[in-house]
């Protein structure tokens, strides 16, 4: 295997120019999970990791290259609150962002964040950069709408970001488990809500439906909130898998969705 080490975004670039079919290496703890069951013999890597232009972190932008352990400790609670969800300090410390979305598995924590915020994701090629919102990014699962060639730089923010969000986690353990459903909401001062539900469809969704109904009140009544979870296990489109029964996913979606819903209604 060669492997490509540039220090900055335009030799990362450069590195697809002579290695047009080279596969981008970040964290690598999706991308050497592959590799070590043999499902993946890449001829050539372009490793990341000193890449500093996707180390770059504002208010607004988050970098592909961010590790969670960075995210624990970010101004934005949902954020904060899944990164310590993921794996173990090691998966934390070597686990991007950017390789969240480069995996796009259904069930990756990550992304409902970026769902709920209708954050953008910024890819860059040696022709130029291109936006993208998460679900034109995202397109099936672990399936992108990135080009080969492309790069994902990280992830813009919108200015608005609603300071009541929460992040919720179903799976069959408290750590080192992969959700059987996720969730993400975010509820501004005017009570416009967004919903995000993970590992519930072929890639993250919103329960556009549900958000709707807890929008239009500023204090969702007991029997509002019964709907709420009704509406959200109504739009998930879940399957049956290993790790969880297509019934089971529907009504832990909703449960979840709720309940990470109080957790930001709460005074
Ligand atoms: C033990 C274990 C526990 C885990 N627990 C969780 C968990 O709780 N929740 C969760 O969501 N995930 C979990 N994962 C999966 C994994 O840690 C995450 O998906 C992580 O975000 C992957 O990031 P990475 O930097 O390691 O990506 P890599 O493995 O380096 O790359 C993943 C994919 O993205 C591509 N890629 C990476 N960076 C870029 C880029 N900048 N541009 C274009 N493509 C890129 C790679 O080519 C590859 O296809 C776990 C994995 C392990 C091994």
Redesign the pocket.
Known sequence: MHIERPRDLAEALAGFDSHPRA???????????EVNLSHLRPETVVA?RRVSE?QTWDDRFVG??V??ARLQAGPFPALAELAR????PQ?RA??????????A?P????LPFLAALDAEVV?ASHGGERTLRWDAFLVGPKRTA?RPG????GVRLPDHIPARQAFGKVGVRQA????TVNCCVVRDEEGATRVAMGAVGPTVLRARAAEQLVSSTSRPSPSMLEEFQRLVSDEVVPITDHRATERYRRHAAGVLARRTLERCLAP
């Open positions: 596969t981008p290496l970040a964290g690598g703890t999706d991308l050497m999970v990341l996707l592909a290259g590790t969670y969800t993921v794996g173990s998966i070597a686990g991007t962002l950017g390789g969240n979305l480069g995996t598995s069930a990756g924590d990550a890819v990135l492309e790069l994902i730089v080192m488990v992969i959700a």
